[in-house]
Each structure stands twice: as structure tokens, then as C-alpha cells.
């Protein structure tokens, strides 16, 4: 028997167990990127329902607008009608509701202001002796 014969079955058993590693590798790759295939399937899913939902929710949103803006009309065509046109110009401008501004939480301004001191002239505190 030769000696590169002694040696074959061994080689070969190796060789079977690195194919069977690089299979078991392959697999186990191809069952992540099965998982991330899914993963993005649903994420495309739930973007279109998102997507879809948002849409819905512009078109109700529009009626709803829609109907306001109708029922203003009407209320305003009545105001009119009874004589309150006095009235229509305080309600031009509408007013905040809610919390106010922080602007008007702030201490007010005193209602007198200094002038300015015009550059050149002081003033002294002490009057100036005058012929008595």
C-alpha cells in the first residue's frame, strides 16, 4: 500500500467536516437574512397603513374644516342680519385662547419715561447762589 493512500480517508474526512461548516455557515447567514427580509416586509407594511391612516385623517380633517367654515358663514350672516354690525368689528381680530402670552406675565414698564439726557449738558444737583 502506498503512503499517500494511508493518508487519503483522512484528508477526506476533513474535507467533509469543512464543507460541513461552510454549509452549517450558509444556513445560519441565510436564516438572518431570511429574518431581515421579514423585518423589512413589515416595516413596508406598516408604513403603508401609517401612510394610509394619515391620509384618512386629512380627508376628515378637511370635512371637519369644511363644515366650521360653512357654520361661520352662517353665524355670521345672522349676526349681520339682526343688526350687529357694531359688533363685528370688535369679533375681526379673534382672541387667544388658552394660556396668555409670556410677555404678559412679565412685570409691566412704568408708565412715565425718563428723556434721555441731551450729550453736553450736566446738571448739577446744588442751585447755583443767585443775587439776593
Do not use: C
Request: aromatic residues 2%.
Amino acid at each position: 500500500m502506498p503512503a499517500h493512500t494511508k493518508n487519503g480517508p483522512q484528508r477526506l474526512i476533513s474535507e467533509v467536516q469543512l464543507f460541513r461548516i461552510r454549509v452549517a455557515t450558509a444556513e445560519s447567514e441565510l436564516k438572518v437574512l431570511r429574518e431581515d427580509a421579514r423585518q423589512a416586509k413589515r416595516r413596508r407594511k406598516e408604513a403603508k397603513q401609517i401612510a394610509r391612516n394619515a391620509r384618512r385623517q386629512v380627508k376628515r380633517s378637511k370635512a371637519g374644516l369644511a363644515e366650521l367654515i360653512q357654520a361661520l358663514g352662517k353665524a355670521e350672516a345672522r349676526l349681520f342680519k339682526a343688526g350687529g354690525r357694531v359688533l363685528a368689528g370688535e369679533m375681526a381680530k379673534p382672541k387667544s385662547a388658552g394660556k396668555g402670552n409670556s410677555r404678559t406675565s412679565r412685570k409691566s414698564e412704568p408708565t412715565t419715561r425718563r428723556r434721555p439726557k441731551k450729550p453736553g449738558i450736566r446738571q448739577s444737583k446744588v442751585a447755583a447762589p443767585g443775587p439776593s
